[in-house]
């Protein structure tokens, strides 16, 4: 009986031993799965388009990388031809207009290249408020810096919000080239807010952009290059006619839309990952699919 109890005894503390060992296995398990989830690195080299990403996974864009519920930050490149390169900062400085009879904040934002609700912000107006003559607006003014690229080939990564938007403000022209062709065209951003909704100017501008994308309007979508006032600046394009049209005689039923870093859509104000791979493509941080030239 005694030798009964002490091995009764013995197993007990066996087990208790094996539960406790198992119940610390399984947290260590669990906390090396939290950690290796939260610094999981997706590749967007080889991730498939509709992949589900998890907010909060590490996600690398070769050697960028970013949080999937944050923007995408602006890569600073190594070339050696732009080490000694000084950059400087982003600076706002600040003018004033005198409003003319019958002037509206419309198109007093069009002539200073701002978005209508940062003017009337910066004013502290809305949009019922009725400008009269002689009053005195302030108008902010962006100096947006140049930025280095990996080579002539690539187009600054620019903001849209914070930068890209005031060097091609609405009723600006510009010249697109196609990453991969070559191929350019002029045209107009006409409207849009969170990218740019643009336009072809003539027939023939829309001729060379229809031969672009094979022949054929489509939703599919290119990195470009957009020549503005003497900058290059890394974009992405699709190429079917939508919606609102303001060119006429041009052959093209409606504007297309270009994309910019950390640009969003119109319908929900989502990021379109297709569209940010391809500017980035377009700025040299992102190598194309398998290395192609044309798609």
Known sequence: DVEAKMSRKGNKVFSKKITRYVFFFLLLISLLSLLLINDYKLDLNILKLGTAVASGSKITYNSIKFD???????????????????????????????????????????KYGLPMQELLSANNLSEET???????????????????????????????????????????EATVIDFYTGKRWKVRRTIGGNHADCEPLTAEDTMIMKETWGGEWSWNIRPIIVEVDGRRIAGSASAMPHDIQYITGNG?????????????????????????????????????????KDK
Not at 83 to 96: G, H, M, V, W, Y
Not at 268 to 274: E, Q, S, T
């Open 130 to 172: 009725a400008l009269e003559k002689g009053m005195v607006l302030e108008i902010p003014v962006y100096h947006i810096p140049p930025k280095p690229t990996p080579g002539p080939r690539y187009g600054e990564l620019l903001d849209w919000w914070s930068e890209a938007q005031y060097l091609w403000p609405i009723g600006r």
């Open 252 to 292: 093209f039923n409606g504007h297309f839309d270009i994309h910019f870093l950390n640009s969003t859509r119109h319908r929900d104000g989502l990021v379109n990952w297709r569209h940010q791979e391809d500017v980035l493509i377009a700025g040299g941080a992102l190598s194309p699919p398998g290395g192609s």
């Open 68 to 110: 999937s519920n944050k923007n995408i930050p602006t890569p600073s490149f190594s070339t050696p031809g732009l080490q000694s390169l000084e950059i400087e900062q982003k600076a706002i400085t600040k003018k004033t207009h005198v409003v003319q009879e019958g002037e509206t904040v419309w198109e007093i934002s069009i």
